[in-house]
């Protein structure tokens, strides 16, 4: 007879915001939905903060020169591809500024999205990169219609009230390559030290 083996799996964690500030590991989500087209994958590399990050793959929109398929290797719209979900509870409401850690290597993979408790507002949606290429780089730009390389300030999530809440993070543009995330309520905050 087989000895009875119990496993105990740790639920999945609820980070907690402490005086208007939390940073977080990407590869620590709670749960990744619509991933049947573009799913995240965990990538080990000492070069990422914490050893690991999160990729969009499979990757077929490397260079310009690659076709654009909406709905496939692309999604200007937040909230239909490969969405990362993680929990936490605020003890603060208000205004939280984001910034993301990602790699870009080029002009083809170095967008998000961000949302919160399924809501996709508009000052979440195309934080883009445009410094800081073949690096690890934070940035907290918003890609407009005038401004390709973005806007400084204008990403943000609007907490209403304390609680637990659910950051969502969704793809623009396949191969995107994250690695940890934070909220601040101070604006114009200096760039997070380990850009390079």
Known sequence: MLPFILLLLAPP???????????????????????????????????????????????????HADKLIHGENFSNKPGVLAILSYKVRFTTPGRYYVWVRAFSTGAEDNSIHLGLNGEWPESGQRIQFCEGKRQWWWESRQRTQQQHCGVPGMIYLDVPAPGEHTVQFSMREDGFRFDQFLLTTTPNLPRPAGAQ
């Open 13 to 63: 964690a609820v980070f907690i915001e402490r005086n208007g500030f939390l940073a977080v590991e990407a590869e620590n989500y709670h749960a990744q939905q619509k991933d049947e087209v573009r799913k995240w994958h965990r990538k080990d590399d000492p070069s990422a903060s914490g050893g690991a990050y999160l990729q969009i793959l499979p990757d077929t929109r490397v260079t």
